[in-house]
C-alpha cells in the first residue's frame, strides 16, 4: 500500500482522523512541555513500565467515573420516562 492510498484510507475514516488530531495535540502538549518528542533513552526501562501502569491505573478511573455518569443518565432516562407515561 502506498502513502497516497493510506492517507486516503484515514481521511476517509472519521474515528483515525480523530486519532490522528489526538496524537497532533498529545505531541504539541509534550513539546511544549518537554521541549520534545517522546525519546526512548529518557527513561530506562522500568521506568517506562512504571509510568504506563501510571497512565493505565488513570484510564480504569476514567472508566469508573463513566460508568458512573452513565447509570446516572440511565436512571434520569427512566425516571423522565415514568413521568411521561403518567
Known amino acids: 500500500m502506498d502513502a497516497q492510498h493510506w492517507l486516503d484510507e484515514l481521511n ?14 498529545q505531541t504539541e502538549k509534550g513539546i511544549q512541555k518537554y521541549g520534545t518528542t517522546v525519546t526512548p533513552a529518557h527513561y ?20 469508573e467515573v463513566l460508568k458512573f455518569k452513565y447509570a446516572h443518565l440511565i436512571t434520569l432516562e427512566k425516571l423522565n420516562s415514568d413521568v411521561n407515561i403518567e
Open 12 to 25: 476517509k475514516n472519521q474515528v483515525l482522523r480523530n486519532v490522528q488530531k489526538l496524537l497532533e495535540t
Open 44 to 63: 530506562t526501562f522500568t521506568e517506562w513500565l512504571e509510568h504506563l501502569q501510571q497512565e493505565m491505573i488513570d484510564a480504569v478511573v476514567y472508566c
